[in-house]
C-alpha cells in the first residue's frame, strides 16, 4: 500500500513569492492534516480537511490556506513568503479524522525562504 | 493553557542499555496519546495510540505506557538501528472541534 507522497520534496523561494505545495494522501484515507515544523517551535498544525472542507484550523496567519480535492489529494498555499515560514512542511492523512485518530506522515516539503 | 514537555530532550544510550522516554502534559479535553518516531529528514512514522490511563501496548523493543499525567516510551536493549526523535502528540476535543499538539520531542543516540 503507498504511503503518503508530497510534491515537491525541495523547494527554494524568494521572499514575497508565493509557493504552493501538494499531498497525495494513502488510498482510501479521507482526512489531511498539515503541519509545520522547524527546529525552534517543533510540529505546529495548520489545518485539517476532510470531504474537501476545512474542519479545523491552527493558529497562522491567513497567507497560509489550503483546500482538498474530490480525490481527497490536498494542496496547501503561502502567499507573500517570509524568512520566516522556512521548514519542513508536512502532511498527515487518517482514515477519517474522527473514528480512527492514527495519521500518517508524508517525508515533507523542505521551503526555503531566501 | 495545553501544554505537552518532553523529556529529556537528547538521551545517548548504549546498545543494551534500557531507558525511558518521558511525555507529561497539562490538557483538558485528552482523546488519546501518541507516539510518533522521526529519522532525519524524513515525515513522522507512527508507533502507537494510547486512550485511556493504564493502557500499555508494545511492538518490538518498545512499549508505551499511559497514566492520567503522563505517558513513558520504554525501551528494552535498544539497538543503533533504534536512533532517531521521538515525539509524542495529543488529541484534544472542546467546543466541538479537536486539535493535535505536539511536543518538541527526545533525541535518542544509540551507541554500538
Known amino acids: 500500500k503507498a504511503g503518503v507522497t508530497q510534491t515537491p520534496r525541495y523547494l527554494i523561494k524568494t521572499r514575497g513569492q508565493q509557493v504552493t505545495l501538494s499531498c497525495s494522501p494513502i488510498s482510501g484515507h479521507r482526512s489531511v492534516s498539515w503541519y509545520q515544523q522547524t527546529p525552534g517551535q517543533g510540529l505546529q498544525f495548520l489545518f485539517e480537511?476532510?470531504?474537501?472542507?476545512?474542519?479545523n484550523k491552527g493558529n497562522f496567519p491567513g497567507r497560509f490556506s489550503g483546500r482538498q480535492f474530490s480525490n481527497s489529494r490536498s494542496e496547501m498555499n503561502v502567499s507573500t513568503l517570509e524568512l520566516g515560514d522556512s521548514a519542513l512542511y508536512l502532511c498527515?492523512?487518517?482514515?477519517?479524522?474522527?473514528?480512527?485518530?492514527?495519521?500518517?506522515f508524508g517525508p515533507g516539503t523542505r521551503l526555503t525562504v531566501t | 493553557e495545553d501544554q505537552v514537555t518532553q523529556s529529556p530532550e537528547a538521551l545517548r544510550l548504549q546498545e543494551g542499555e534500557s531507558s525511558s522516554l518521558n511525555c507529561s502534559y497539562t490538557v483538558s479535553g485528552l482523546r488519546g496519546l501518541f507516539w510518533y518516531r522521526q529519522d532525519p529528514g524524513k515525515g513522522p512514522e507512527f508507533l502507537f495510540t494510547l486512550y485511556s490511563a493504564g493502557e500499555e501496548k508494545e511492538k518490538e523493543r518498545l512499549k508505551a505506557t499511559l497514566t492520567k499525567k503522563e505517558s513513558f516510551l520504554h525501551i528494552t536493549a535498544p539497538k543503533p538501528e533504534d536512533s532517531a526523535t521521538y515525539l509524542c502528540?495529543?488529541?484534544?476535543?472542546?467546543?466541538?472541534?479537536?486539535?493535535?499538539?505536539f511536543g518538541t520531542g527526545t533525541r535518542l543516540k544509540v551507541l554500538a
Open positions: 502528540a495529543v488529541r484534544l476535543v472542546g467546543s466541538g472541534t479537536y486539535k493535535y499538539i
Open positions: 498527515a492523512s487518517s482514515l477519517t479524522g474522527q473514528l480512527s485518530y492514527e495519521q500518517y
Open positions: 480537511y476532510f470531504s474537501e472542507t476545512q474542519r
